[in-house]
């Protein structure tokens, strides 16, 4: 599976889920002017806007994400992308 597939399946699933939630993306790389790292494992991480911020993310800038990585993982897996 190619990048462009993996993310459309991953952005069907989240609308499926979540009920198609604003988000953004963003692309983790490697420091442009930094020769000392050998290789960077590169990545994409896709942050859905599911709630609306409150006093701790309004004063620190910080978003609180009330799933963790597994419970997300378990609720993607078990729907097929539409």
Not at 11 to 18: A, D, E, M, S, T
């Amino acid at each position: 599976m190619g990048l462009s597939e993996a993310m459309i399946a991953a952005l069907k699933k989240i609308k499926g889920v979540l009920d198609d939630p604003d988000y953004n993306f963003f692309i983790h790389t490697a420091p442009v002017k930094d020769g000392s790292k050998k290789y960077y494992h590169w990545h994409i991480e896709i942050l859905p806007k599911t709630s609306i911020w409150a006093g701790l993310e309004l004063g620190t800038g910080i978003e609180v994400v009330a799933v963790s990585p597994e419970g997300a993982t378990l609720e993607l897996i078990k729907i097929k992308p539409k």
